[in-house]
Every structure is written in C-alpha cells, then in structure tokens.
C-alpha cells in the first residue's frame, strides 16, 4: 500500500474511532458527580490499535466535534463544555490514547504485556488529567462550595477505575487480536 494511502485509510479509521467514543459517550451509568461511559474502551482501542498519533487524533477529533456544538459528549456539547469539571477526562482520553498507542506499537507485535502496561499507563493519565481538573473545576468555576480532596478522589477515581481497567482489559484482548489483522491490511 502508497504512503499517500496508508494515510488515507488511517484517517478514516480514526474517523471511525471518533465515531465510536461518541457512541460511548451514550452508553452509560449515572452515578453523582460523574457518568460512567464505554468511552474509555473505545478510547484505549485507539490508542492501541492505531498508534500514538492516529489514536490522540482520532479522540481531538471527537472533542472539537463536542466543542463546536455538536452533542456528543455525555452532558451535550459546545464550547462552554470546558467550563464541565468532566472535560478534564476528555484532554485525558487524547493524552492516555497518545501514550498508550506510543508504548503499545513501539514494536512490531506487541505482547499481551506490553499491551497491558500501555493501557494501564494510558488510563492512570486519563484519571490523573480528569481528577485534577474535577478538583480545580470544583473549586474555583463551579459553585456550590466546591469538593474536597478526598470526595473528588473517591467519586472521581475510586468509585470509576475498576470498572474502567475491567472494560480496558476487554480492550487489550480485542487490540491483541486487531493489531495483527490491521497491520497486515496496511502492509506492513
């Protein structure tokens, strides 16, 4: 396959990819302060299967969607959505894909190791990015007296983590099955 298409097919992969964390987005659970969503799953997919770079532009490309209006993020949309404590999570999921891809592809057929030190790497970013953010959001745009350290790591890491490492398990199981199959539609 051309450079020029190898792009190509790429750029429509993260369209794809864009496509599904939108559609993660809707699928959740409500819990206070916070939604539980597969978008994290789909997420760490990115960032596995299409590398650091197609993985960070697959999620910038949800989150300027969400930005410009559309409402594909979990509350709606728009560009006062950076004013939500939770957009933290969406600088994250770009962060946490961007490394997660660099660590996963850095070799040719990564081990289920590997995988799992990527995808760990990558969702311990996410929550770190979005845990901090709750908590600046909280207490200095937010009203309503604000969050406590403690509160904003129970409901925003605690409670979540578990269940976001479980889906993203999935997600190494499914990346080290896909890897190999996109790879070789790539031709590489």
Known sequence: MTKTKNK???ICIC?????LIAVGAFIRIPIP????TLQVFFVALAGMLLGGKYGALSVCVYILLGLIGIPIFTEGG???YVLKPTFGYLIGFAVGAYFMG???NNV???SFKRLFIADTVGILIMYAIGVVYFYIA???WVGGGGISVGACLLYCFVLLF???FVVSIIAIFLAKRLIPVLRKYKGE
């Open 8 to 10: 190509t097919v790429m």
């Open 15 to 19: 369209a794809v990819f864009a496509a």
């Open 33 to 36: 302060y916070i939604n539980v």
């Open 78 to 80: 728009g560009f006062f």
């Open 102 to 104: 660099k660590i996963a």
């Open 108 to 110: 040719s057929n990564p």
């Open 138 to 140: 909280s207490n200095l």
């Open 162 to 164: 578990p269940k976001d």
